[in-house]
Structure formats: structure tokens, C-alpha cells
T-cell receptor
């Protein structure tokens, strides 16, 4: 069964460093998303991506964050100059055509900023 | 502001009992609602998706309902098992939001043997 895959599963980084979280969405899906879940809190929307551009972003998704689809398969989230409060589980999701269809989530990348 | 709320935050039941998890949302212009399961420290596993035109969906021992007018969804789990212990999240996609999901805070279910 097709699935969304994320790498790495766990990343530890020093405060101030840049990290890139990687995702391979399901191949025929057109919409891609990043969410995050700080420990003990709700899953929060970060950004959606469609047709090679950001379609929507939340207040959390400031200039520190960027997304890219560098080739036909990968979808990346870059966090520049990481802060302690960026520590969270980051989930990638994809769906065939946006709001009317099921979103499939990856297993997440646990980011720990020390 | 569109919000999704889940009550209770935690629920403990004995094995074999039927149970209902509740989810409420503030905007009736809902595209669909999804229920997920999350095991501790793990990812999100999609359980059921209910489209706005549907009233319920069933998968095995799970049945999810949707009532847009009252802003409520329920997840019914029949004959609960210890393996059902997990956190259950509901998430709503609203119209004109490009498919982004707004999540509830989850209900942590514990099924005791």
C-alpha cells in the first residue's frame, strides 16, 4: 500500500543550526502539507503546497521556515537557525486533490533542539 | 475562528465495552472530517474519513458519524480491546482552506484487560 515516508525519524540539532526534514509523498498526490506537534499539544498546520508553490501558510510558518519540492518525489521542510521551541514532531502529509479527499500522514520526524 | 474540540481528554474502559469518542467543530462549512489514531511517540494513522455529504462511515469495529448542523462527530468503538489503547484525534477540513486539517487535542483511550 502506498505510504508517505519521512526521514530521518529522529534528528537532534544544536540551537542555531539549520535542519532539513525530508518527505516522500504518495506518488500520484498533488497536495502536500507540513504539520507539527509540540509534545503534549495539538497537531498544528504549518504549510500547504500545490503546483510547486505555497498555497497557504500559518502564522507559525515565518521566515525561519521554507519548503521545497526539489524533484518529482521529495518534499522538504527547512528550518533555519533552530530554536529550542522548534523541538517537536513534524509530520508530512499528502492528498490526491486537497480538501475533499483523505490526507495520508508520514510517521513523523522528531526534532530535538538542544 | 475555526476550532475543533474533543471531550473527554482521557477515557478508561474495561475490555469488551462499547465506547463513544466525541468531536465538535465550530464551522458547519466542513468539507470532511477524519479520525486518526496515534500511539505514543508515533505518527498518525488514518482510521475513517467522512465526507460532508455523508452521515457515517464504518470500518470493522469502528463507526464514525457526522452531524454538520450540530457541529459534532462521534467515533464509536465496539467491543473494545487493549490493543485499541491509543490517542484518537479528529481533524476537520473546511471549505476554502485548501485541504488543511484543523485538529482536536485528542482523547487518550485506555482499555483495561
Amino acid at each position: 500500500e502506498p505510504e508517505v515516508t519521512q526521514t530521518p525519524s529522529h534528528q537532534v540539532t544544536q540551537m542555531g543550526q539549520e535542519v532539513i526534514l525530508r518527505c516522500v509523498p504518495i506518488s500520484n498526490h498533488l497536495y502536500f502539507y507540513w504539520y507539527r506537534q509540540i509534545l503534549g499539544q495539538k497537531v498544528e498546520f504549518l504549510v500547504s503546497f500545490y503546483n510547486n508553490e505555497i498555497s497557504e501558510k500559518s502564522e507559525i510558518f515565518d521566515d525561519q521556515f521554507s519548503v521545497e519540492r526539489p524533484d518529482g518525489s521529495n518534499f522538504t521542510l527547512k528550518i533555519r537557525s533552530t530554536k529550542l521551541e522548534d523541538s517537536a514532531m513534524y509530520f508530512c502529509a499528502s492528498s490526491p486533490d486537497g480538501g475533499n479527499t483523505e490526507a495520508f500522514f508520514g510517521q513523523g520526524t522528531r526534532l530535538t533542539v538542544v | 475562528k475555526q476550532e475543533v474540540t474533543q471531550i473527554p481528554a482521557a477515557l478508561s474502559v474495561p475490555e469488551g465495552e462499547n465506547l463513544v469518542l466525541n468531536c465538535s467543530f465550530t464551522d458547519s462549512a466542513i468539507y470532511n472530517l477524519q479520525w486518526f489514531r496515534q500511539d505514543p511517540g508515533k505518527g498518525l494513522t488514518s482510521l475513517l474519513l467522512i465526507q460532508s455529504s455523508q452521515r457515517e462511515q464504518t470500518s470493522g469495529r469502528l463507526n464514525a458519524s457526522l452531524d454538520k448542523s450540530s457541529g459534532r462527530s462521534t467515533l464509536f468503538i465496539a467491543a473494545s480491546q487493549p490493543g485499541d489503547s491509543a490517542t484518537y484525534l479528529c481533524a476537520a477540513a473546511f471549505y476554502n482552506q485548501g485541504g488543511k486539517l484543523i485538529f482536536g487535542q485528542g482523547t487518550e483511550l485506555s482499555v483495561k484487560p
